[in-house]
């Protein structure tokens, strides 16, 4: 989130912002994956930049650049480039430092095959919540009968 934090900030968010360890340790929203249609006219090369995208090498210096994308493999991660990155937007916060334990750190959590069923109805509750649209307790008792019902079908 550090590229989408530095765009929607602007150059007056600079050094106005910090980067620090995730309290009770990281979570995990889920990923991002690429693929090639059988389809696609030019195969071939597609694959050939995806594994480009997404080699050890490439992610590490996508995550020393502006935008500092973490890597999604394990190996850059303990690579002293990125450990030792820091964002200067971030009033020169050890990013890589931290990044890096976090995603070491974390526990995988399981997913079951309904997870999405169940999932959506909180995620619009909190959101509704948030934009002060539903109290709480309303958004609460609606999240848990709409994902009731999402496992009946």
Do not use: C
Not at 34 to 57: C, G, I, M
């Amino acid at each position: 989130m550090t590229g989408l934090i530095q765009t929607a900030a602007g150059k007056d968010g600079k050094g106005k912002w910090d980067i620090a360890a995730v309290p009770g340790g990281g979570g995990n929203w889920g990923g991002s994956f690429l693929t090639v249609p059988k389809q696609s006219r030019h195969a071939k090369e597609a694959a050939a930049l995806a594994a480009f995208l997404t080699s050890a090498d490439s992610e590490k210096r996508i995550f020393q650049g502006p935008t500092g994308s973490l890597p999604s493999l394990t190996a850059p991660l303990s690579d002293p480039a990125v450990r030792n990155t820091r964002q200067v937007y971030f009033g020169n916060a050890p990013t890589g430092e931290i990044f890096a334990a976090s995603a070491t750190d974390l526990k995988p959590s399981y997913r079951g095959t309904k997870d999405q069923q169940v999932r959506i109805p909180f995620a619009n509750a909190l959101q509704l919540v948030e934009q002060g649209k539903a109290a709480p307790h309303k958004a609460w008792s609606t999240a848990l009968s709409d994902a009731e019902k999402n496992l009946k079908h």
